[in-house]
């Protein structure tokens, strides 16, 4: 069936330094790919999105790329600052499929000044 | 405008209480969601509208009554909840599925807490 997997963390990184949040998927069909944030106490805020193979989605310093010869989209971002802490969820949404969303686990980043 | 809003943000109730949630969309969404959350987990999907028709319902207990009086509004009664039933209720909105999937837009949450 379809899935994401994402690394769980939780990450802890010093103001400054690069981030990757590794995200994989399984899908049936074609999926499209999406990063969204939750920082506390609050819902979740689409951070970027791409919808094709070798799509680049970008916001706010992050970046992932749609590969799908290794079905993943990675989160990067060069420089975290300690707003960036928060609870990112890796998800997809299949064509062909329902309309459902299907998240990652999340990973908890804590980003120290 | 892609603002999701919903209300109460916090709600307290009893077992034996009946409340209700509420969610409004401005953006034309035709799709509508409801997602439970609870504390270090993902979003789990309740029930999805589209067009104002249920479409999707995952197995969720009838204490639970989503209602979609308009395409703007969505609605979630509650009633007789356990404490289990505890978490972050997020509504979400998109355009229904079409051959390109859409984004779903949430908003901020209803904290709710059953004593």
């Known amino acids: 069936g379809d899935s994401v997997t994402q690394m769980e963390g939780p990450v802890t990184l010093s103001e400054e330094a690069f981030l990757t949040i590794n995200c994989t998927y399984t899908a049936t069909g074609y999926p499209s790919l999406f990063w969204y944030v939750q920082y506390p106490g609050e819902g979740l805020q689409l951070l970027l999105k791409a919808t094709k193979a070798d799509d680049k989605g970008s916001n706010k310093g992050f970046e992932a790329t749609y590969r799908k010869e290794t079905t993943s989209f990675h989160l990067e971002k060069g420089s975290v600052q300690v707003s960036d802490s928060a609870v990112y969820f890796c998800?997809?949404?299949?064509?062909?499929?329902?309309?459902?969303?299907?998240f990652g686990k999340g990973t908890k980043l804590t980003v120290n000044p | 405008d892609t603002e999701v809003t919903q209300t109460p943000k916090h709600l307290v109730m009893g077992m034996t209480n009946k409340k209700s949630l509420k969610c409004e969309q401005h953006?034309?969404?035709?799709?509508m969601y409801w997602y439970k959350q609870k504390a270090k987990k993902p979003p789990e999907l309740m029930f999805v509208?589209?067009?104002?028709?249920?479409?999707i319902n995952e197995s969720v207990p009838s204490r639970f009554s989503p209602e979609c009086p308009n395409s703007s509004l969505l609605n979630l009664h509650l009633h007789a909840l356990q404490p289990e039933d505890s978490a972050l209720y997020l509504c979400?909105?998109?355009?229904?599925?079409?051959?390109?999937?859409?984004?779903?837009?949430f908003g901020p949450g209803t904290r709710l807490t059953v004593l």
């Open positions: 509208y589209s067009y104002e028709k249920l479409s």
């Open positions: 998800a997809q949404r299949v064509q062909g499929g329902s309309e459902k969303l299907v």
């Open positions: 953006m034309g969404h035709r799709a």
């Open positions: 979400a909105s998109s355009q229904p599925w079409t051959s390109v999937p859409d984004t779903q837009y």
